[in-house]
T-cell receptor
Framework: AQSVTQLGSHVSVSEGALVLLRCNYS??????LFWYVQYPNQGLQLLLK??????LVKGINGFEAEFKKSETSFHLTKPSAHMSDAAEYFC??????????????FGKGTKLSVKP | EAQVTQNPRYLITVTGKKLTVTCSQN?????MSWYRQDPGLGLRQIYY???????DKGDVPEGYKVSRKEKRNFPLILESPSPNQTSLYFC????????????FGPGTRLTVT
């Protein structure tokens, strides 16, 4: 069975500081991994995805994530936080096998606050 | 504009009063899905549909029904809502062959008293 674990339900950084949101996954097959962002009062939008190509994946708004198989991690980073980055971030893994193949399993989310 | 729409956006109802939340997409996507989002629990899948007349249970289907009579619509039905179904609900759709490009609706905040 596949799963994702997001470490830290709430992360607070200062504007201009490094953003690091942690995600670890569990999968018996090569995973497809995703980060979604949810701005206040909005639906989720895809930030970036890993689909077994390059291990360093770049997404929108300056975010990137690195797939590390040895650590079963897919942490999200951004070198310099902006106030507009304040949102909730979800890591997800794609289910594989069986009738539910392609469905997403989401982590519990990490709420990012950015202080001026 | 490609989008997933949900109605209503906000709904307050009472226990036992049947309700339907509509979801519609204009991208000709085969796959549609319903999730509920609760604080500290993330998103959990309720039901999904691979195509017209094909639906299947997700991780938390109890108390919900769905139907897929048309490709663009995927309504979520609560026959007898209970307070534990108070939640934020999201509909999503994607092209069946592109599993990671999932598009989400804006959400429906449901309160059952």
């Amino acid at each position: 069975a596949q799963s994702v674990t997001q470490l830290g339900s709430h992360v607070s950084v200062s504007e201009g500081a490094l953003v690091l949101l942690r995600c670890n996954y569990s999968s018996s097959v090569p995973p497809y991994l995703f980060w979604y962002v949810q701005y206040p009062n909005q639906g989720l939008q895809l930030l970036l995805k890993y689909t077994s190509a390059a291990t360093l994946v770049k997404g929108i708004n300056g975010f990137e994530a690195e797939f590390k198989k040895s650590e079963t991690s897919f942490h999200l980073t951004k070198p310099s936080a902006h106030m507009s980055d304040a949102a909730e971030y979800f890591c997800a893994v794609r289910k594989s096998g069986g009738g539910s193949q392609g469905n997403l399993i989401f982590g519990k989310g990490t709420k990012l606050s950015v202080k001026p | 504009e490609a989008q997933v729409t949900q109605n209503p956006r906000y709904l307050i109802t009472v226990t036992g009063k049947k309700l339907t939340v509509t979801c519609s997409q204009n991208m000709n996507h085969e796959y549609m899905s319903w999730y509920r989002q609760d604080p500290g629990l993330g998103l959990r899948q309720i039901y999904y549909s691979m195509n017209v007349e094909v639906t299947d249970k997700g991780d938390v289907p109890e108390g919900y029904k769905v139907s897929r009579k048309e490709k663009r619509n995927f309504p979520l039905i609560l026959e007898s809502p209970s307070p534990n179904q108070t939640s934020l609900y999201f509909c999503a759709s994607r092209n069946r062959e592109i599993p990671y490009e999932q598009y989400f609706g804006p959400g429906t905040r449901l309160t059952v008293t």
